[in-house]
């Protein structure tokens, strides 16, 4: 019965490879996000949806794709994958736009070699 | 960017000790949250503030929303080892959608 869950919970993949992680929320919520968590553990916002619309898109490079089939998953798709994508990925959501109570995933370690 | 800084940096304190460390902001906020993350964890809310002034407990934690509305801080009483992981402040900037994080202060209680 896990809120925000994400797949895979660890990548290790090679530089120029195309990857993607997951997420799944059953909570209900209208908005999704995804934030990149560099190894000072500083939190970065990439993305937001609200209700399968693309609300926040920082500057984040385009091989960055997010995709949300419906308003329960939100995916994010990254080409020609480069060392400095090392990070952790974390998925959240929250209940409506404009409610900033979000609820994280686990994380996605992402290895780049 | 917009920033919130958060202080201590870090904090090395003996179980039992309480536990003080702030969160500032050069611009005002309508909301602030308080996050723990665990090691290889995502971050879990621990206290939302939604008014200035506003003083909000969660079992020994608690937390107050600043009156100028440009910080917070969260005070953790009598600390336990299981109260170790870093903290995280957040608010959404001021009419947007988007959520910021602090830099986070990182807990580590020794028995």
């Known amino acids: 019965d896990t809120a925000v869950s994400q797949t895979p919970k660890y990548l290790v993949t090679q530089m120029g490879n195309d990857k993607s992680i997951k997420c799944e929320q059953n909570?209900?919520?209208?908005?999704m996000y995804w934030y990149k968590q560099d190894s000072k553990k500083f939190l970065k916002i990439m993305f937001s949806?609200?209700?399968?619309?693309?609300?926040i898109n920082e500057t984040v490079p385009n091989r960055f794709s997010p995709k949300s089939p419906d308003k329960a998953h939100l995916n994010l798709h990254i080409n020609s994958l480069e060392l400095g994508d090392s990070a952790v990925y974390f998925c959240?959501?929250?209940?409506?736009?404009?409610?900033?109570?979000?609820?994280f995933g686990q994380g996605t370690r992402l290895t780049v070699v | 960017g917009q920033q919130l800084n958060q202080s201590p940096q870090s904090m090395f304190i003996q179980e039992g000790e309480d536990v003080s460390m702030n969160c500032t902001s050069s611009s005002i906020f309508n909301t602030w949250l308080w996050y723990k993350q665990d090691p290889g964890e995502g971050p879990v809310l621990l206290i939302a503030?939604?008014?200035?002034?506003e003083l909000t407990s969660n079992g020994r934690l608690t937390a107050q929303f600043g009156i100028t509305r440009k910080d917070s801080f969260l005070n953790i009483s009598a600390s336990i080892p299981s109260d170790v992981g870093i903290y995280f402040c957040a608010g959404p900037i001021y009419n947007t959608d988007k959520l910021i994080f602090g830099t986070g202060t990182r807990l580590q209680v020794f028995p």
């Open positions: 959240a959501s929250s209940p409506a736009r404009g409610e900033a109570e979000a609820f």
């Open positions: 503030l939604y008014k200035a002034g």
């Open positions: 909570l209900g919520h209208d908005t």
């Open positions: 949806y609200n209700n399968k619309e693309l609300i």
